[in-house]
């Protein structure tokens, strides 16, 4: 916004096969201040009249053109770097044209938005980039009307020289961005499923150990039936333990008494006043927290279930 006279600016970016350029989505930048009812073709999808930017070749159009007049000749921004590919470079020489005189060329292929920019009375330049691996042309438009001395003052040049580092690095860091963001959820994903599957083994272990016990207690039951006593000794035996129950719950109850006394006293607490009761915004927010941690717990395990099947849910005590 800083440029004097800039009114819009777009960006066009070489693509990896080098046979084309195109402008990616969201691309462009307007001065509010400047916007116009001639701007809503070149930036509103929605417009009747909405010129598409399409794909251009070096050459083609004014990104094309620009693009094409720089040669591969660029100014270095930053030093110090050790690959080449890292080096933001951005063109040497800046040179403003009107635009219109370039629509109305015979020897220019016809291009819809090359001829309205024409109609919209506006001086161009452009400004190559190449940052990491990255390569385009960032486009400047000002008005015809803007004094030309001011447009090419030492000072504006710079600053769009920077401006154009600024945008190519940003774009250019879109990709190594997304890589990371992928690389990131991949990690996560196989970190969740690990965990699944540690506690779907954990599961089948118990199920396991469960089916043996129960299998353990069957056997002894059939072998106690087996080995069942006659009915005299039944008897006695029966007599054996009521004996054994009297003596044990006469010596318990001394024990019992005296447990019974020590908890009486240490329940008599220690002379001092309770801790206070929570407050309403206490107890509201313990709630609040409580209700959003278990939504959120549940939200998962449902998204869990919904992507990777019931035995990826979480087990819900």
Same mark, same amino acid.
């Given at each position: ?14 693509? /990896? ?36 930017? /399409? ?16 040669? %591969? $000749? ?16 951005? %063109?040497?020489?800046? +040179? ?19 001829? $309205? ?8 330049? =452009?400004?190559?980039?190449?940052? =990491? ?12 009307? &803007? ?20 945008? %190519? &690095? ?20 196989? !970190? ?10 954990? $599961? ?5 150990? @469960? ?6 207690? #069957? ?17 006695? &035996? ?19 008494? $005296? ?10 607490? @220690? ?9 309403? &915004? ?6 609040? %927290?409580?209700?959003?941690?278990? +939504? ?8 869990? !279930?919904?992507?990777?099947?019931? /035995?990826? #849910?979480?087990?819900?005590?």
């Amino acid at each position: 916004r800083w440029a004097y006279g800039v009114v819009f600016v777009e960006l066009w970016v070489l693509d /990896d096969t080098g046979s084309h350029l195109f402008r990616p989505e969201g691309g462009w930048s307007i001065e509010p201040s400047a916007y116009e009812s001639k701007f809503v073709p070149l930036t509103d999808p929605l417009s009747v009249d909405y010129l598409p930017p /399409d794909e251009l070749a070096p050459g083609e159009g004014l990104p094309g053109m620009i693009f094409s007049t720089a040669g %591969g $000749h660029y100014h270095v921004i930053s030093r110090g770097v050790a690959n080449d590919d890292m080096l933001t470079r951005c %063109g040497n020489k800046i +040179t403003w044209h009107l635009v219109k005189p370039i629509a109305d060329d015979p020897d220019q292929p016809y291009n819809p938005r090359l001829k $309205h920019l024409g109609e919209c009375r506006l001086a161009a330049a =452009g400004v190559t980039f190449k940052v =990491g691996g990255k390569r385009g042309v960032v486009m400047y438009f000002a008005r015809e009307s &803007s004094d030309r001395n001011k447009l090419e003052d030492s000072l504006n040049i710079d600053y769009m020289k920077h401006a154009t580092m600024l945008i %190519g &690095s940003a774009y250019a860091h879109r990709a190594h961005r997304e890589n990371v963001r992928e690389a990131r959820e991949h990690v996560a994903e196989n !970190g969740w499923k690990c965990l699944k599957s540690e506690v779907l083994r954990i $599961h089948r272990a118990g199920e396991c150990l @469960a089916e043996h016990v129960k299998e353990q207690s #069957q056997m002894k039951l059939h072998r106690s039936e087996e080995l069942l006593p006659s009915t005299f000794e039944s008897a006695s &035996s029966e007599h054996t333990r009521r004996n054994s129950l009297a003596i044990s719950i006469c010596t318990a109850v001394p024990t019992i008494r $005296h447990n019974i006394k020590k908890f009486m006293k240490k329940w008599l607490g @220690a002379n001092v006043s309770p801790p206070p009761n929570f407050n309403w &915004s206490e107890s509201g927010w313990t709630f609040v %927290g409580c209700f959003l941690t278990l +939504t959120i717990l549940s939200n998962i395990n449902n998204a869990l !279930g919904s992507t990777y099947g019931p /035995d990826y #849910q979480i087990v819900m005590g």
